[in-house]
């Protein structure tokens, strides 16, 4: 046999017994799970589907109730969330082996931005663009948090927001569905890693299902009010990318949605996650949020709220008691089909099974382990890498960045410059007792070598004394250069953490324009969880660097960045608005009849009389210590028929003088569609590491699937006709453009 034919036998047999290998698991499993259920009580059923909130660590608000231990020993409790650490979670699983049918626990925490080793806040992931960190990230915070007895995090939140208003604009991948349905996937696989049953994989949850970031005036817990087709093309797709890379579980949301809580509703968790998308895993309610659909107005009491829950496809109730409390008598009632309880149970049981917790209820509950995972000096450095890739090089003029040989002395200015606790962001939960994070003024002395670093504080974040402005004028005038480190406390951003104003608080911006005046070269250094709006400091300092909250090794991160060892290559994953007026703004609108260019404002043109439309900066925006150029665009076939691809393809060249990472970004346009197309949608980009004078071709594939979007009866489809291709450096720096025609 020729040894092509024969590597190709091979490779069907082992794919053949790889996929029959997984059947007979997923069969097996399911009988395990079905002999299972056939010796339960409804009661015990109803317990696997009440989950509790241990008393030590809440994030939302305290339930005081003192027989959750013997609840659990009863059988009452399928879940608890905020238990970890191998000893803690060892001893509630022993409680739980005390129940008649010994069903081990799920214990469920918010592992969002790491678990021992913080990184960066998942937004400022979002900015690496760089899908192989972002999954290490998720892989490091799971083999952290299993080894600390943690089954399952409450992540990816994968909510698409177009509002920094928002608080927890911080917790996702910004405001683009292709982005973030890349970003989505690649946290679900981290966390997953190579599979439940992995000792080092948690089970995942993209969150929170549907479309919580569309919060009206950017309220958290608000009303979400949008048409079906804005939900199907912008808010769904990355939820389908999670569900796609196998995500263990979903989390519903506080929000209703056009009248109907998502808890509630039907036509989300059933209709299309359990229905269209063939979702296999369960879904958890949010915290209390069954039972928070009677100050919605939904529905009278708990007993309707467990109904509703129910019948919609929620699985587990997080902490409102209702379903333990009702979810019997609706039973007995006729209200609730027994059936529909039996599929919420073997759904939960199924991931028991996977995760291999009736083999053995302890195995992720392991001390020895779990000092040996935590504080791995190499986490530290991946975080220090992740973070100095989130950071965003927003302007630099005359070169200022990195900081020249010949500066001798640097003024540190401002309230976050000796900030650690903040470094963290929102979202930290386990953090080592005796360890801080690196704020900026160490990460900084470290690398200084011989330059003299002083301190000023100048104010504070949120108030309005100016009594520090003398000092801090005083020493920037003493120095060669002066860098402000200025922006939001941790907690401004986060879950219940909405702002009206989203100005840099305070006098900051007064601190900055009187530093600025005393001549003197300066670098902006901005921390937040949000787009925050800094109009003044945006046209008048000569450089601004974006660091979002960069987690345990930030200041490291951000003075690897100043002094040039890293060269920063961070975009936007979301608009800056230049005041909340323009809110919400984002790249990918429709165009009106009346367009009008976005730079100017007046006239009879879509926007304001007072400012352009133009966010302050735009979607994908972000700049690097070299130059690019991009040159000799091609397209290989610019009629496309159905199952053809086209290639396009051009030449991106390092001009500058120091080696660089570009985020080459592919931008379309479907010029003429029913319904109409957004001016611009990002289909594809690329990172690429250059030396200088290096070049390389960059090819981008386009297919059908690429050009094909939501009719108005939400058909995924492609309408024939024209497409502008936009190759650039951000959402509006285009430096490439072409077309496209798809034939019928
Ligand atoms: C409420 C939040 O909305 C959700 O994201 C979180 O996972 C739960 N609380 C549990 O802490």
């Not at 660091?547 to 090794?553: A, N």
């Not at 608005?577 to 609108?589: A, L």
């Amino acid at each position: 046999m020729h040894k092509r034919r024969f590597c190709l036998l091979a490779a069907c047999c082992f794919l053949f017994f790889k996929i029959d290998a997984q059947q007979s698991t997923v069969d097996s499993t399911d009988k395990k799970v079905k002999a299972l259920l056939v010796k339960m009580t409804l009661e015990e059923k109803i317990g696997q589907l009440n989950q509790y909130s241990n008393d030590i660590k809440v994030t939302g608000p305290i339930t005081v109730y003192d027989s959750k231990l013997e609840d659990i020993a009863k059988g009452k409790v399928g879940s608890m969330l905020n238990v970890s650490g191998a000893i803690a979670t060892r001893e509630m699983q022993k409680v739980a082996m005390k129940s008649r049918l010994k069903i081990p626990l799920l214990f469920g925490l918010d592992v969002i931005h790491g678990y021992r080793v913080t990184f960066p806040i998942p937004l400022a992931e979002a900015a690496s663009w760089d899908m192989d960190a972002i999954e290490r990230s998720a892989r490091i915070a799971a083999t952290e948090a299993s080894a600390s007895g943690v089954h399952w995090t409450f992540a990816p939140m994968v909510d698409i927001a177009r509002d920094p208003r928002w608080g927890r604009v911080m917790e996702g991948a910004g405001e683009d569905p292709y982005l973030g349905s890349l970003i989505a996937t690649a946290r679900v696989k981290g966390f997953q890693g190579k599979g439940l049953g992995n000792l080092d994989a948690v089970m995942a949850c993209a969150k929170h299902f549907a479309a919580y970031g569309a919060a009206i005036g950017g309220r958290d817990y608000n009303s979400v009010d949008m048409s079906l087709h804005t939900l199907w093309q912008v808010y769904l797709p990355p939820f389908k990318a999670a569900a796609a890379a196998g995500a263990a579980t979903f989390m519903n949301s506080f929000n209703d949605l056009n009248g109907i809580p998502a808890t509630g509703n039907r036509y989300l968790q059933r209709d299309i996650l359990k229905g269209k998308w063939g979702f296999k895993g369960f879904v958890v309610s949010d915290w209390g949020s069954v039972g928070e659909m009677i100050p919605h107005g939904y529905a009278a009491d708990k007993y309707e709220a467990a109904e509703a829950a129910i019948t919609a496809g929620s699985d587990m109730d997080m902490e409102s008691r209702a379903y333990t409390e009702n979810l019997k008598k609706l039973v007995e009632d006729g209200k609730v089909n027994e059936a529909l309880i039996d599929d919420a149970v073997y759904r939960i049981l199924y991931k028991k099974f996977e995760l291999g917790l009736f083999d053995d209820p302890y195995r992720f509950s392991d001390e020895q382990r779990e000092k040996q995972v935590l504080d791995k000096p190499e986490h530290q450095e991946a975080a220090r890498d992740m973070g100095r890739k989130s950071i965003v090089l927003l302007k630099n003029q005359h070169s200022l960045l990195p900081v020249s040989s010949s500066v001798k002395s640097i003024a540190l200015i401002g309230p976050l410059v000796k900030a650690e606790k903040d470094m963290k962001g929102f979202w930290s939960i386990d953090w080592g007792k005796d360890e801080r994070p690196v704020s900026l003024f160490e990460g900084i002395k470290q690398q200084a070598g011989r330059i003299k670093i002083n301190f000023a504080k100048g104010c504070n974040i949120n108030d309005s004394s100016k009594a520090g402005f003398a000092e801090a004028i005083k020493l920037a005038r003493s120095s060669d250069l002066v860098i402000i480190a200025a922006g939001e406390t941790a907690d401004m951003s986060g879950e219940a953490k909405s702002r009206a104003n989203i100005h840099l608080p305070g006098v900051q911006e007064d601190l900055i324009k009187a530093i600025h005046a005393t001549g003197k070269p300066v670098v902006v250094i901005l921390m937040a969880g949000r787009p925050l709006v800094f109009n003044w400091t945006a046209e008048h300092v000569p450089s601004i660097l974006y660091t979002w909250w960069l987690g345990s090794q930030a200041g490291n991160s951000i003075a690897d960045v100043l002094f040039g060892k890293y060269n920063p290559s961070g975009k936007l994953p979301i608009s800056f608005p230049r005041s909340e007026g323009q809110i919400p703004v984002y790249y990918n609108y429709l165009n009106t009849g009346r367009p009008g260019p976005e730079e100017e404002a007046g006239g009879y043109n879509t926007g304001y009389i007072d400012m352009p439309r133009l966010p302050q900066y735009v979607f994908g925006h972000g700049l690097s210590y070299t130059t690019f150029e991009y040159k000799d665009l091609t397209v290989s076939k610019s009629q496309l028929m159905t199952g053809d691809a086209a290639e396009i393809s051009f030449v991106l060249t390092n001009t500058g003088k120091v080696s660089g990472e570009e985020v080459a970004q592919l931008y379309l346009r479907d010029v003429v569609a029913q319904p109409i197309r957004p001016v611009k949608e990002l289909k594809d980009f690329q990172k690429v590491f250059l030396k200088p004078g290096e070049s390389k071709k960059i090819t981008f594939k386009i297919d059908r699937e690429k050009l094909s979007f939501y009719d108005s009866e939400l058909n995924w489809i492609a309408q024939p006709g024209k497409f502008d291709i936009y190759i650039g450096s951000s959402s509006k720096d285009i430096r490439l453009q072409g077309n496209l025609y798809l034939q019928q």
